[in-house]
């Protein structure tokens, strides 16, 4: 074995440290600038947002004609989709929304779904240096927030489910999915979402504490007053009695 020193570059991130402030700064440049240029977008025009707030993508924009079909059969979908969920996962947070919902067509693409990932890619042509960073914090404490957007899926109505997690002042854990089922209120989407949130800081509580950082508890914000209060009102009436006993996990 042979010591090489402090890591600079690992699967695919950077490592920048700055000593003197007790920094630490992951950023994925390199990579966002390889996946630009595999995917022709190296001369785009850069965005300001990864998604419009006013295109709602579903299966209806499936290719339909044969000329479309030919169009998409061409393109590597799937393959840039992989792309974008790599850098997502490891240094970007926020790409969570927006490649949540583009990796959901992956069977039947259409030139729309193609757009909104071009959309993806310009964004990241303006942000290539956007990374996430880790200091000496003097209160290292988990705290999290979950949010959802109610039926926000155009095909099944479903709402997402999202939330990012941050020890002291710095993001450490993120998320943004389709919830498993489709639910009557933006109380209940909401709800739900705050009980995933809940057991991922549960388990980086833990995470931390084997750490040697003790906390009695991890905090979770929700922005839903009647999310709060019914994690809150342990009786079932007729408005909430059908929420799966598996939701009912948070208050405990």
Request: net charge positive.
């Amino acid at each position: 074995m042979k010591d090489l020193g402090a890591a600079q570059k690992i699967l695919g991130m950077e490592i920048y440290r700055d000593r003197s402030k007790k920094k630490l700064f992951l950023s994925q440049k390199s990579y966002i600038q390889k996946i630009l240029s595999r995917f022709g977008m190296s001369s785009a025009k850069p965005l300001n947002t990864p998604s419009a707030s006013n295109i709602h993508l579903s299966s209806a924009y499936a290719p339909q004609s044969e000329a479309e079909k030919e169009y998409m059969s061409r393109v590597s979908y799937a393959s840039a989709v992989g792309s974008l969920m790599y850098a997502m996962v490891c240094t970007r947070p926020d790409l969570a929304h927006a490649v949540s919902v583009v990796s959901r067509f992956m069977i039947q693409p259409g030139k729309e779904h193609w757009q909104a990932v071009k959309r993806i890619f310009r964004y990241l042509k303006g942000t290539p240096d956007v990374g996430i960073s880790f200091g000496n914090d003097t209160e290292c404490l988990v705290s999290g927030y979950s949010d959802s957007n109610y039926a926000g899926d155009v095909d099944t109505r479903r709402s997402m489910t999202g939330y990012v997690f941050t020890l002291g002042s710095f993001v450490v854990s993120w998320k943004a999915t389709l919830q498993s089922a489709v639910t009557l209120s933006t109380t209940e989407a909401e709800y739900m979402a705050l009980t995933e949130a809940a057991k991922e800081g549960i388990w980086l509580k833990g995470l931390v504490g084997d750490l040697g950082l003790h906390h009695d508890q991890a905090v979770v914000y929700c922005d839903s007053l009647s999310a709060i209060c019914l994690t809150k009102d342990q009786v079932h009436h007729e408005r909430t009695k059908h929420i799966d006993v598996r939701y009912h996990f948070l208050r405990t």
